[in-house]
């Protein structure tokens, strides 16, 4: 599986912007990138995924770079509730469903 | 939404003992589920894949005769973790696979966490 680079941690300001990155170079041209996060004492939960183009949901945004070996994850207005690990996980198109967790993101957000 | 469930939440134990955890979906049906394990301040290792009506598909370095998966229905696997050690104590996370779905998106449980004295 193709590996991804993220940051250990992060801190954001409550009610501001957060840009949480990830390097995926050598992914691949069937791979998705899935973003999930990790509340404290509960299983993760998913965030939001992409292929090629930037996407929107109620949770996030999804910024890819135009060569795809890397992305960011936009909370627009991170709150309290958003203080989690974040992990981006690439899953190839292929029917391998398998979910290879790396270390993460441990966003903390400061009141 | 697709919800998950897990029970018990939370489990102690004596060493020697088994211990069975269920992961059921609750409003729709999961042909394949999956079981992670995430020890503190670790990250989610994947342990076998749950396939509906077959055997399980372990990963490297799990032992299937202590790890026993049951899936027995499209909403229902059941994890039984046979002579708990200590060392066996985790966090134990499963998670389902909409059957049919367009993506690879998993819906997880909230984890059961074991103690094992």
């Known amino acids: 599986d193709a590996k991804t680079t993220q940051p250990n941690s992060m801190e954001s300001n409550e009610e501001e912007p957060v840009h949480l990155p990830c390097n995926h170079s050598?992914?691949?041209?069937?791979?998705?990138i899935h973003w999930y996060r990790q509340l404290p004492s509960q299983g993760p939960e998913y965030v939001i995924h992409g292929l090629t183009s930037n996407v929107n949901n109620r949770m996030a945004s999804l910024a890819i770079a135009e060569d795809r070996k890397s992305s960011t994850l936009i909370l627009h207005r991170a709150t309290l509730r958003d203080a989690a690990v974040y992990y981006c996980i690439l899953v190839s198109n292929f029917g391998n469903e398998k979910l290879t967790f790396g270390t993460g993101t441990r966003l903390t957000i400061i009141p | 939404g697709a919800v998950v469930s897990q029970h018990p939440s939370w489990v102690i134990c004596k060493s020697g003992t088994s211990v069975k955890i269920e992961c059921r979906s609750l409003d729709f049906q999961a042909t394949t589920m999956f079981w992670y394990r995430q020890f503190p301040k670790q990250s989610l290792m994947l342990m076998a894949t749950s396939n509906e009506g077959s055997k399980a598909t372990y990963e490297q370095g799990v032992e299937k005769d202590k790890f026993l998966i049951n899936h027995a229905s499209l909403t229902l696997s059941t994890l039984t973790v046979t002579s708990a050690h200590p060392e066996d104590s985790s966090f134990y996370i499963c998670?389902?696979?909409?059957?049919?779905?367009?993506?690879?998106?998993?819906?997880f449980g909230p984890g059961t966490r074991l103690t094992v004295l």
């Open positions: 050598t992914i691949s041209g069937t791979d998705y």
């Open positions: 998670s389902a696979r909409l059957a049919g779905g367009p993506y690879n998106e998993q819906f």
